[in-house]
């Protein structure tokens, strides 16, 4: 098992690029959620889902979109980025309804110019 | 809205020492609490998961306490080493279990 991958593992992009940060599990985890974490703010919801073909939104949605079309990958979209998107991004995934624990990626780390 | 803080923000201790870490929640309507490490330029791992139904939890040197009712959690680390060095994240799921509140952190230095 490769657990929860993420790529890029850093990008930069300049203000008003588009990109999509890769997360795939390969434990057949049903839910899957996409965090970011910033200096002094701790780690933040943006969108998660609970199945293939259900998501919905956290506590920092805007200016993200996700999908998830299969139960390994759940992409996460900026669609024009901006430099408050400069940030850590995690990618989690978890068996069932939190019963067990949520299992981290590596990290994106984003830098917008 | 639920809120977790972590006190202290940040501690450096010799190596050896018994310390313990403090987490504390808002809204006592929790599905579990976690406790994660976190490197440097790394994801989280996670260390002890307790339910909201269970007082506490134990794995080797670590152990973490839950009062619900109060609103509080404590990760205790035994005889502290320098690879204890990280930073210790706790988190609170929401009654449907997956929705993860995130306290900021402590920052912990085991020094030799």
């Known amino acids: 098992n490769a657990g929860v991958t993420q790529t890029p593992k850093f990008q930069v992009l300049k203000t008003g690029q588009s990109m999509t940060l890769q997360c795939a599990q390969d434990?057949?985890?049903?839910?899957m959620s996409w965090y970011r974490q910033d200096p002094g703010m701790g780690l933040r919801l943006i969108h998660y889902s609970v199945g293939a073909g259900i998501t919905d939104q956290g506590e920092v949605p805007n200016g993200y979109n996700v999908s998830r079309s299969t139960t390994e990958d759940f992409p996460l979209r900026l669609l024009s980025a901006a430099p408050s998107q400069t940030s850590v991004y995690f990618c989690?995934?978890?068996?069932?309804?939190?019963?067990?624990?949520?299992?981290f990626g590596p990290g994106t780390r984003l830098l917008v110019l | 809205k639920q809120e977790v803080t972590q006190i202290p923000a940040a501690l450096s201790v010799p190596e050896g020492e018994n310390l313990v870490l403090n987490c504390s929640f808002t809204?006592?309507?929790?599905?579990?609490l976690q406790w994660f490490r976190q490197d440097p330029g790394k994801g989280l791992t996670s260390l002890l998961l307790i339910q909201s139904s269970q007082r506490e939890q134990t794995s080797g040197r670590l152990n973490a306490s839950l009062d619900k009712s109060s609103g509080r959690s404590t990760l205790y680390i035994a005889a502290s080493q320098p690879g204890d060095s990280a930073t210790y994240l706790c988190a609170v799921a929401s009654l449907w279990g997956n929705k993860l509140t995130f306290g900021t952190g402590t920052q912990l230095k085991v020094e030799l």
């Open positions: 809204d006592s309507a929790i599905y579990n």
């Open positions: 434990m057949n985890h049903e839910y």
């Open positions: 989690a995934s978890i068996q069932g309804q939190g019963y067990e624990t949520q299992y």
